[in-house]
C-alpha cells in the first residue's frame, strides 16, 4: 500500500522513531531537572544560545564544540559542573541512536543517515527540557532578568 | 526539476551528509588525539595562537592558508622567537596535510568535479581546526569570562 510517494514500510518505521524518540524525551526529565539545578548561576542568554545553537547545529560536533568552548572559558559553565556533566550526558546519544535505528532494523546508508539526524533530535530534546526547567526555576527568564 | 539535475542534487545531500559522519567521527577523534599530545603546550597565549589558525583556516578559499600559516609558525619558532611551540606547529601543520589526505581518500576526490576536490579538503582543515580549538579550551584553565 502507498499513501502518494510514501510507501507503508516507509511508514512504519518512521512511526516507531517517532515513538522512540519521544519515550526518550520523556525518559530525559530526572536528568535535565538535575542538570537544570547546576545552571541556576548561568546567564538566561547562555540557555539561550545553547538552545539556539542546538537547534541550528547541523553536525553533533557543532554542539560539542560550542560546549567545550563555552566551559573552557566561562567559569559559571565550570564551577557547578554544568558544562562537564552537559557532555557526559550527550556523549551517550551516539549510542542511544545506534540503539534506536537498530531496533528499527535500518540498515546501510539510511541507518548512518538517521542515526545522525536521532543524536541531534535527541540533543534538541534534553537542552530543551533543560532550558524548561531552568526557565521554571528561574522566573522573569522571558524579560531577561531572573527576579 | 529535471533528472540531471535530482541526480545533482541527491549526490549533493549524500556527499554533504558523508562529510557530516566524517566530521563527527575521524576529525573530531584526530583533534582529539592531537591535543592530548601536546596538552603540556597548553597556555592561555597559545589559545590565543590557535584563534590565528582558525582565522587563517575560515579568511581563505583553499586549505593551504591553513597549512602555510602552521608552517610559518614553525619557522618563526626555530628562529628562536617561540621555540617551546616548534613542536606544536611542525606537528600541526603535518596534522593538517595528513586531514587534507584523508579527506581525498575518504571521498576518492580523484573522481569528482574539480570544484568539490578544493572545497572538501578545506571544509576538513576549517572543522579539525574548530574541534581542537574547542578540545584545547575545554581543557584550558577556566574562567577568561564570565
Not at chain 1, 535535565?32 to 537547534?55: C, F, P
Not at chain 1, 534506536?100 to 540533543?123: F, R, S
Amino acid at each position: 500500500m502507498t499513501l502518494g510517494n510514501v510507501s507503508a514500510e516507509d511508514l512504519s518505521w518512521k512511526w516507531k522513531l517517532r515513538n522512540q524518540l519521544s519515550r526518550y524525551s520523556d525518559g530525559f526529565f530526572p536528568a535535565a531537572e538535575q542538570l537544570a539545578r547546576k545552571a541556576a548561576d548561568l546567564d538566561t542568554s547562555q540557555i539561550r544560545k545553547l538552545q539556539a545553537v542546538a537547534y541550528c547545529a547541523v553536525k553533533f560536533s557543532d554542539l560539542i564544540d560550542y560546549i567545550k568552548i563555552q566551559t573552557g572559558r566561562r567559569p559559571k559553565w565550570s564551577a557547578s559542573g554544568f558544562g562537564a556533566n552537559l557532555l557526559e550526558v550527550l556523549a551517550g546519544f551516539p549510542q542511544k541512536a545506534q540503539g534506536i535505528v537498530d531496533q528499527l532494523g535500518l540498515e546501510g546508508d539510511l541507518a548512518d543517515e538517521i542515526k545522525m539526524q536521532v543524536q541531534l533530535t535527541l540533543c534538541r530534546e534534553f537542552v530543551k527540557h533543560v532550558a524548561a526547567h531552568y526557565q521554571y526555576s528561574n522566573p522573569g527568564w522571558d524579560r531577561g532578568s531572573r527576579q | 526539476m529535471s533528472q540531471t539535475s535530482q541526480e545533482f542534487a541527491s549526490a549533493v545531500a549524500q556527499l554533504q551528509w558523508r562529510f557530516v559522519r566524517f566530521s563527527d567521527s575521524v576529525l573530531v577523534t584526530r583533534a582529539g588525539e592531537f591535543c592530548r599530545k601536546h596538552l603540556f603546550n597548553l597556555r592561555g597565549s597559545q589559545l590565543a595562537q590557535l584563534s590565528g589558525l582558525a582565522n587563517a583556516a575560515w579568511a581563505s578559499t583553499n586549505q593551504f592558508a591553513a597549512i602555510k600559516y602552521c608552517a610559518h609558525q614553525a619557522e618563526k619558532a626555530s628562529r628562536g622567537e617561540r621555540a617551546e611551540m616548534y613542536a606544536l606547529w611542525s606537528d600541526l601543520e603535518r596534522e593538517l596535510k595528513a586531514v587534507t589526505a584523508e579527506t581525498r581518500k575518504t571521498f576518492d576526490l580523484e573522481r569528482v568535479d574539480p570544484a568539490i576536490v578544493e572545497q572538501l579538503p578545506l571544509a576538513a582543515v576549517r572543522d579539525f581546526v574548530r574541534h581542537l580549538t574547542a578540545e584545547y579550551t575545554f581543557r584550558s584553565t577556566n574562567g577568561q569570562k564570565g
